[in-house]
């Protein structure tokens, strides 16, 4: 099972790779493979509107350096791009076509600057128009591929390294465009096409955290090479399309606890966190910020959380949750209903992040505002999809609270939601609700008096 599960993981590290190999066969090239004299001897050929390209070996050029080049000339013989490298092919496969929109076709090339060590091809996309320069550049494994607004260009970005083996490398999707002359990252827009079961290689990796996988991690098993790049590589790509809730599930399956001192959860966290926060750093922020709960001295539902939340932040809205104007009247609605008072203006009021309740994703929506109260609680909503529409989980006024978090325990596959509300600075009341098949229902309830660090947790009947 060991060799197949690895089998999985690499396969998916060569993925894109594989898509590029037919570019790299393009007859017009200059390698240099270690000889004194590139294997290919310089090649002209004219393009359209009076341009041409050269390419051959390059003007003093060392053997284990750049020995090959690659320009693009004007109809007055200039120079107008030129690529220098160990190797340059003129990607025929992808030149001609229109990256950018603008209905002109533009020239490709493909540049070995990694001395031949197999490890730093490059595409480099050149625009013609209105003037010659540099589109974009693009790793080698990148695919493009056409849709009907233009070209799309799809990246494996690599991910964490240092905790797993260079056989099992983590990385995960993005998608691209190029948006008035600059490539645009419209990955948010695929998700759900590269989360998707039909997408083979996401099915692969999650198929490496098979159920006893899961369980055996929650207990607090060594992740083995193969899971820890799993683990990893789906926290990026939840990441990558900000479902930040299922990439702390991920990031919470590593084990607190490690035999390697550089491996424990801590410190995975700790490095994703700084792999991530110039991109996303309000989930860095938030990475930085929680901490699980287990100061109890007896073993409450608060303990079993996989993280702590008290606030959304303001720019967590309807938009950003990726909610329709049909989808977001059809919450506001079931909200206004259950709320104890009614905004202005429930966009302002309303903060919306899109979780994971297990068996499927579902916002919870938090007022800010009007809907809170002097002591920081504030009235918090839980909705899940059902076919066709989404559905309140509270069949009542929905709770007003300081925090709330999710077990990774479910019941008719909804997590359970705990919440905490403040009575005082020293003392607060968690609930625990639990999915009855139709809505939350209050499970377990408990008085809760904290003294610094240390919480004294009593359990009370719920009322």
Known sequence: MRRVLFAVVVFLSFVPALYAQDDLAGKISCHRAGLPEPQNQPYAKKLWDGYEIS???????????NGCTAAVYNSGGH???RTTGFSVIFDENHTGQDFDGDGKAEVVFITDTGGGNHCCWNYSVISLFPKPHRLFDAPFGARFEKDKLGMLIR???????????????????????????????TTLEFCPQILSPNNVDFDQVQRVLAPEKISKLISG?????????ALLSLALQHTFCRQFDQALYYLNL?????KYPGATRKKVTTAFRGSIKQEYPDFAERLLSLSVTATGATRSSAERIAWWLK??????????AQLTAAERKQIIDQVENTSFDAPDSWDKEL???RISLGAADGPIIRGTRLLCGGTGNCETWVFRHSPGRWLNLFEQEAPIVSGFGFEQEAA????NFLVSTNSSAATERRILFKFDGNVYRQSECYEVWIDGAAERIEKVPCK
């Open 351 to 353: 903060r919306v992040r």
């Open 221 to 229: 098993l060594e992740p083995d090479d193969e899971t820890a790049s």
């Open 155 to 185: 990246e494996k970005i690599p991910g964490l390294s240092g905790f797993t083996t260079s056989a099992n490398r983590t990385g995960a999707e993005k998608v691209f465009r190029v948006s008035q002359g600059k490539l645009v990252d």
């Open 311 to 320: 606030d959304l932040s303001a720019n967590e809205t309807f938009p950003a």
């Open 79 to 81: 120079v107008v791009f």
């Open 254 to 258: 590593w084990p607190e606890a490690s």
């Open 412 to 415: 008719g596959g909804i997590k």
């Open 55 to 65: 390419l051959g070996p390059a003007r003093n050029g060392e053997i284990d350096g």
